[in-house]
């Protein structure tokens, strides 16, 4: 069964950091696309990052580009996504999610390209 757990939200002041984690089981991270999204009450998720390691494609939402960095430990089966220079609107419930396709792009941002969901990870940055 595949499976999906992310990790690592939480409180922090605006200009401040957090690295969140994906952790895969059931599958291997390096075979599938993983991204990450976020959503806030009523709005659509949103789409943040994707990686695909095997092909070494990253994609990134130009809201967040130079200020977030997605990364993958295939030993360790995790996609990490460090976020610096947090703003107020990055706000939002952070979900992680594997995709069955190999290169990342704007086009992928759309949740429909993901199969497989983990619970979300609440990020809070205050003003």
């Known amino acids: 069964e595949v499976q999906l757990q992310a990790s690592g939200g939480g409180l922090v002041q605006a200009g401040g950091s957090l690295r969140l984690s994906c952790a895969g089981a059931?599958?291997?991270?390096?075979?599938?696309?993983i991204g990450w999204f976020r959503q806030t009450p009523g709005k659509e998720r949103e789409g943040v990052s994707c990686i695909s390691s095997s092909e070494g494609s990253t994609d990134y939402a130009d809201s967040v580009k130079g200020r977030f960095t997605i990364s993958s430990d295939n030993a360790k089966n995790m996609v990490y996504l460090q976020m610096n220079s947090l703003k107020p609107e990055d706000t939002a419930v952070y979900y992680c999610?594997?995709?069955?396709?190999?290169?990342?792009?704007?086009?992928?941002?759309?949740?429909?390209?993901?199969?497989?969901w983990g619970q979300g990870t609440e990020v809070t940055v205050s003003s």
């Open positions: 059931g599958f291997t991270v390096d075979d599938y696309a």
């Open positions: 999610a594997a995709g069955s396709f190999l290169i990342c792009s704007r086009k992928k941002r759309s949740p429909t390209w993901y199969d497989y």
